[in-house]
């Protein structure tokens, strides 16, 4: 869009026959900086051939990533930052806390416009909603993947690259908070999820939708993104130097409560249920699980179900067990959320206040 504008004006100008024009020295048009954050992932993956299915993430440093994809340089100033180069499978709080700081200072800086990320595809909705949670800034933080490595016949992350940095440099992205830019789709942090081991077409937002689409560089905006988020955001990670424990618990048929109290017993200040149907588990579940809460540790009950709210108080009394329903968030992010609950407070009603803002 940037370009267009630029070129419309100048061909506008030589219409109304200005002279001298042509003796002036080409303005540059003028770019945005972007800072790309390197962490590892499939998109820095290779594999010894081109077709082949097995491969390793985090291969590929942020300078090759950058060289990997010369038309980017049209859309921003770019420089890069190594945070890790890891497969986001490995995901730890030690690399949350290290990009969270690293974004926060790099959006305070007047000269930067944006933040993209590079991050592997398996965690990439987590690390996106715990930023989303603790970025102090409107400016454009975009998440970036791919499926395929970088060595892979069609790769799909030269031009998922691509269109990050092109989002991130975008105007109308400011404000949204952190967004995930795959396979030509933005979604919101909040929304998305990935729904297949394999596919390329594999995030989805089910419940909330999508923010818009980018098809080479060129973005539309629908919406902006659901709950609140970023500069209106009331986490912060000011002094935090470690994460309290929340352990998720998958749900199932003639479940019993060793899991919950295993949980507690290796110190997990809360623990997320991913319950059935509308976050449901069996009886002597529901036991255990309130015998926790009664002890302090905050129980949120999500859902295995790929998609749908889990409301307060419908198959379960949430007021006299003392849980807390996810609302829209999956399990995975139910936690991310619920270990920043747990920096400020542990009682279940404010915490039941965060599922329903954020
Ligand atoms: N295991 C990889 C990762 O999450 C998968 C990917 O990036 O697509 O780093």
Redesign the pocket.
Known sequence: KRTLVVVGLASCLAMTGTSGLAAAPQAKPAIPTIVVLAT????A?AAATDTQAGYT?GQVGVDQLLAAVPQAKKLANMRGEQISNI???DMNDEVWLKLAKRVNELVAMPDVAGVVITH????IEETAYFLNLVVKSKKPVVLT???RPSTALSADGPLNFFNAVAVAANQDAVGRGVLVVINDWIHGASSLTKTSTTAVQTFMSPLRGLIGTVAYGVAEFYRGPVGKHTFESEFSLDGVTSLPRVDIIMAHENMDGALIDAAAAAGARGVVVAGVGNGNLTAPAVKALAAQATKGVVCVRSTRVATGLVGRNVELDDDKLGFVASMGLNPQKSRVLLRLALLKTKDAKEIQRYFIQY
């Open positions: 590892g992932g499939t998109i993956g993430s497969g986001s499978q592997g595809t398996d965690t993947a791919s499926m």
